[in-house]
């Protein structure tokens, strides 16, 4: 009798140690997945960066409207906005978004208009 009760325990903690050690290696194997995931976005970051900061070079401040520029892997979104409670100043956002909507990347820049909304320089608040 003393067996079978030494023997129901051992067999408790034998199934315990078979769980934890099962959790453990799938976790392991999901953590290695997400990461292997993680590594493919590389070329794609450097891409989506080039063309954001393309974008963000090449876009004057007599954008009126938000805009989105489609590509075949992500996509590029063109906001401009008035700076606090300045009038004259804008900032110009341009974010490079994935299709599974992960951030690759993001520039602003600070344009200044005059009151008709033509661009004056902006290469000072560019700096």
């Given at each position: 009798m003393a067996g079978l009760k030494r023997l129901?325990?051992?067999?408790l903690i034998e199934t315990l140690v078979a769980m934890i050690l099962i959790l453990i290696s799938i976790?392991?194997?999901f953590g290695s997945i997400i990461n292997i995931k993680r590594s493919f976005n590389n070329d794609l970051k450097t891409f989506a960066f080039a063309v954001a900061?393309?974008?963000?070079?090449?876009v004057d401040s007599t954008l009126k409207e938000d805009e989105i520029i489609d590509y075949k892997s992500f996509y590029i979104q063109i906001k401009r906005e008035p700076w606090e409670?300045?009038?004259d100043l804008y900032v110009l956002d341009v974010k490079s978004v994935s299709m599974d909507s992960t951030v690759l990347s993001e520039g602003k820049k600070i344009l200044r208009c005059?009151?008709?909304?033509?661009?004056?320089?902006?290469e000072i608040f560019a700096k």
């Open positions: 129901s325990g051992t067999t976790t392991l194997t900061n393309s974008y963000l070079n090449q409670n300045h009038y005059s009151k008709k909304g033509q661009s004056i320089t902006s």
